[in-house]
């Protein structure tokens, strides 16, 4: 196989430069068993197999904090390999299923880094029903670090197939919200509006990582179509007024996108806010580029009303002195990107003087530079 080529690497080797095969067995404890290869299920990858163990052998794998480090050029070619050819994810898959069945940790940690990153590309093939239902039935025997690692290809694999009940079933069962919460947020990539109702059910979880996992899960949906655009700010405009901060903040990120008529319930909440000088929903951030000369938003764009709205309360956090520093900070970045006009020195020229506060005494006086810069000569 092609594999071989890429894992007989000379120790110290440059990258790029790859020996001719010379047998990719592990050289120290971990070697396949007798009979071990034979039983390799149909699909998997001999050579890849023989990788993964001479890697755990020979490269600091940690446990903890997924990563391999290797002295020679190994674990790298063969993360080129998949990069290039993302066709072969069944084949990882099997074989590193294969490889946890071994339950051996340090063997399990190279396998699931390595089908981690065979997944990071946005676009490839993915692995038949069978090679995801057992390792979907691995998942629970798992370390949470491994697990956490693995749970974005699953949930690709799940979604392409339609098989989110299976899904939901062994992930609610699972003891650790960690792994719960890292498998639920990347679910709606490829399941998009099929999951919505599971979604929508773990954001009322009492547990704050799995609700937040949750209604961060529309975020991952690139390329949204109307009438999903519709249902998921529908659903995430009630959430605006949640009594969990982090929650209506979440949403509030995700409203903003929506077009003109989401943008009106998040820009009426926020101004109620800043009438009774209470923060806003989420960082003024929320509003970045919305009206910035040209944008076009794929939902619709803020009309020229909205947008004035958009600027006065940016002007009313900036100067309220009972707003945290970082809102301030927000809402002077927000002025500065979008509503960048020579009337912004009498506002920050005050700010500027607040030295008790230094990362936005700093910020305003960083804008009143470049607003100096971009003056014509003759007006200065």
């Known amino acids: 196989m092609v594999l071989a080529a890429t894992t007989a690497c000379k ?15 592990a050289t120290g404890t971990r070697v396949e068993r007798a009979g071990e290869l034979a039983d390799l ?66 063997v399990t940690a190279v396998a699931t880094h390595l089908l981690a990153r065979a997944f990071q590309g ?16 691995q998942l629970a025997t798992l370390p949470p670090a491994q697990a956490i690692e693995l749970c974005p290809a699953l949930a690709v694999s799940v979604g392409v197939h339609g098989l989110e009940e299976e899904f939901y079933e062994i992930v609610d069962a699972l003891s650790d919200v960690r792994v719960q919460a890292a498998c639920y947020e990347p679910l709606m990539q490829r399941s998009r509006l099929r999951s919505l109702g599971k979604i929508q059910e773990l954001a009322r979880s009492p547990k704050p990582d ?24 529908d659903w995430l405009a009630q959430l605006l007024t949640d009594e969990r901060p982090m929650i209506a903040a979440r949403a509030a990120s995700f409203v903003a996108t929506c077009g003109p008529k989401h943008l009106e319930l998040l820009l009426r ?7 009774g000088r209470r923060p806003p929903v989420a960082e003024l951030s929320a509003y970045e580029s919305l009206c910035s000369k040209g944008s076009q938003q794929p939902f619709g764009s803020p009309s020229k009303a ?7 309360l940016a002007e009313s956090v ?63």
């Open 210 to 233: 799995l609700a937040l996992a949750a209604v961060s899960a529309p975020r991952v949906m690139g390329g949204r179509t109307e009438e999903e655009n519709r249902q998921l700010c």
């Open 318 to 380: 900036a100067q309220n002195v009972a707003a945290t520093e970082q809102d301030r900070v927000a809402a002077v970045k927000l002025l500065a990107q979008d509503f960048r006009a020579p009337e912004l020195v009498a506002l920050l020229t005050p700010i500027a003087q607040e030295t008790e506060l230094q990362l936005l005494s700093q910020r305003a006086q960083d804008v009143l530079r470049a607003l100096e810069r971009e003056r014509p000569a003759a007006a200065r």
């Open 306 to 312: 909205q947008c004035a709205r958009v600027r006065r």
């Open 11 to 25: 120790r110290g080797a440059p990258p790029h430069e790859v020996t001719p095969p010379a047998g990719t067995a």
């Open 122 to 137: 946005a676009h490839g093939s993915v692995p038949r029903p069978p090679a995801v239902r057992k390792l979907l039935a």
């Open 269 to 275: 909440e926020d101004e109620a806010r800043a009438e």
């Open 41 to 106: 299920p149909e699909g998997a990858d001999a050579d890849l197999y023989r990788a993964i163990l001479r890697i755990a052998d020979e490269c600091a794998v940690d446990l903890v904090r997924p990563n391999v480090k290797c002295g020679h050029a190994a674990f790298d070619n063969l993360l080129r390999l998949f990069s290039r050819s993302p066709g072969q994810r069944q084949m990882v898959m099997l074989t590193a299923s294969y490889a946890i069945a071994r339950g051996d940790l340090t």
